[in-house]
Structures are given as structure tokens and as C-alpha cells.
């Protein structure tokens, strides 16, 4: 991402954050590109996602259908949240008995920090409603989204998420498909999760048919 970065922004040594929304609306530094440059600009940093091989980088994302029968938006968040960890452990424990004895750490951007952490005690003290999340070792940490690549890489994985679900533009999230989480070749894919009582055939729900 640095050097992408020197692309576009040559002679700026100090971290540009990639914010997708802000690099779509040309906001901040990116005021002064482009929309086509832009448009490059993403598909250099989605090209870098798409590129990066097992173990490197491994997607995790739920979507929720919101409506009138979900309870609050801190619910809505809760659920999500709980599905994305579990997701994440489970791809911690297949790994667990494969061989590897790794453990995972979650890091999130700051922004409602106190209901993340409020969620990840209740997990840890009664389970998600998917089971125990044992492979996650400690609490959330918490990092501000300018400040690291980490976050930056994961809002980008986020808006080509929402992209397509919300708006069904798939141009974003045709590069990041194959990078979640699945057992096998053929098998579901663990690391996408589509919650809707609707008639769905996106790939997350066609994969578990």
C-alpha cells in the first residue's frame, strides 16, 4: 500500500489513509485526482488484495438484511459481530488441528469501542450463539483507521462488500471473492455470511445450498 501510495502520491513520505469513501468522492488528498485516476487507484489497491496468497490474506464478512423485525441497530451490530468472530474462529480451529497451534487477536477501528468491547465480554463469558470463540486470545484492541494499513486494508474488503450487496455493483468485490475463508475448493464458504430470509442467489448463499 506504501508503494502504491508513492504512485499516485510521489514525494509525500507521511502515511495517506486509503478511506474507499473518500477515495470514491474525491475528498481530502483525493480531491486532486481524478476520477479515472481514482477509478485506478482502486483497482491498483483491489489488484494488491487479489494478488496476495494463502496465508496472507483471508477475508471474513457477514451481511444482515435490516428490517422492520430487527430489534435495534445495536442488536443488528451485535449479531454481526458475533457472526464474524465465530467465522474467524472457526477458521482458527480448523487450522488448530491441521497442525499449526496458532491463536487470532481482533483488531477494530475505534469508532464504538465501548459496544465492541461490552459484546466481546458477554462472548467470552457465555459464547456466541454459535459456540465458545476459544481460539481468540484476549480482548479487542483498538487502532484508529489513518493510523494503520490493517484497517485500511479491511474498510476497503467493507465497501466492496457493501458495494455489492447494497447496491449490486460487483466491481470491487469480483477481485476479493476468492479470498474468503472456505473449506476446500468446493466447499461452503466459511468466510461469507449473508443473513436474509429472503429468496437469495448471491454466492454466499448459493454455496451453502
Given at each position: 500500500?506504501?508503494?502504491?501510495?508513492?504512485?499516485?502520491?510521489?514525494?509525500?513520505?507521511?502515511?495517506?489513509?486509503?478511506?474507499?469513501?473518500?477515495?470514491?468522492?474525491?475528498?481530502?488528498?483525493?480531491?486532486?485526482?481524478?476520477?479515472?485516476?481514482?477509478?485506478?487507484?482502486?483497482?491498483?489497491?483491489?489488484?494488491?488484495?487479489?494478488?496476495?496468497?494463502?496465508?496472507?490474506?483471508?477475508?471474513?464478512?457477514?451481511?444482515?438484511n435490516?428490517?422492520?423485525?430487527?430489534?435495534?441497530?445495536?442488536?443488528?451490530?451485535?449479531?454481526?459481530?458475533?457472526?464474524?468472530?465465530?467465522?474467524?474462529?472457526?477458521?482458527?480451529?480448523?487450522?488448530y488441528?491441521?497442525?499449526?497451534?496458532?491463536?487470532?487477536?481482533?483488531?477494530?477501528?475505534?469508532?464504538?469501542?465501548?459496544?465492541?468491547?461490552?459484546?466481546?465480554?458477554?462472548?467470552?463469558?457465555?459464547?456466541?450463539?454459535?459456540?465458545?470463540?476459544?481460539?481468540?486470545?484476549?480482548?479487542?484492541?483498538?487502532?484508529?483507521?489513518?493510523d494503520?494499513?490493517?484497517?485500511?486494508?479491511?474498510?476497503?474488503?467493507?465497501?466492496?462488500?457493501f458495494?455489492?450487496?447494497?447496491?449490486?455493483?460487483?466491481?470491487?468485490?469480483?477481485?476479493?471473492?476468492?479470498k474468503?475463508?472456505?473449506?476446500?475448493?468446493?466447499?461452503?464458504?466459511?468466510?461469507?455470511?449473508?443473513?436474509?430470509?429472503?429468496?437469495?442467489?448471491?454466492?454466499?448463499?448459493?454455496?451453502?445450498?
Open positions: 500500500m506504501n508503494a502504491i501510495q508513492q504512485k499516485y502520491f510521489p514525494g509525500i513520505r507521511v502515511q495517506i489513509p486509503f478511506h474507499a469513501n473518500e477515495i470514491r468522492a474525491g475528498r481530502g488528498k483525493f480531491g486532486n485526482l481524478g476520477r479515472s485516476t481514482r477509478e485506478n487507484l482502486f483497482e491498483d489497491l483491489f489488484n494488491m488484495i487479489k494478488n496476495s496468497v494463502f496465508p496472507k490474506t483471508i477475508a471474513f464478512s457477514t451481511i444482515l435490516i428490517t422492520k423485525a430487527t430489534s435495534s441497530p445495536t442488536e443488528d451490530l451485535s449479531t454481526v459481530f458475533s457472526d464474524v468472530a465465530s467465522r474467524f474462529n472457526l477458521f482458527l480451529t480448523r487450522g488441528r491441521r497442525g499449526p497451534k496458532n491463536k487470532g487477536m481482533i483488531i477494530i477501528d475505534h469508532s464504538n469501542e465501548d459496544k465492541y468491547m461490552e459484546f466481546f465480554q458477554g462472548y467470552r463469558d457465555n459464547g456466541t450463539q454459535y459456540g465458545d470463540i476459544r481460539n481468540i486470545v484476549d480482548i479487542p484492541y483498538f487502532a484508529s483507521g489513518k494503520t494499513r490493517m484497517i485500511q486494508l479491511a474498510d476497503l474488503c467493507a465497501y466492496a462488500v458495494r455489492q450487496y447494497e447496491h449490486g455493483d460487483s466491481a470491487y468485490f469480483n477481485y476479493i471473492e476468492k474468503f475463508d472456505r473449506r476446500g475448493g468446493r466447499g461452503p464458504i466459511d468466510g461469507l455470511k449473508h443473513m436474509t430470509k429472503e429468496d437469495c442467489k448471491c454466492i454466499a448463499c448459493t454455496s451453502r445450498l
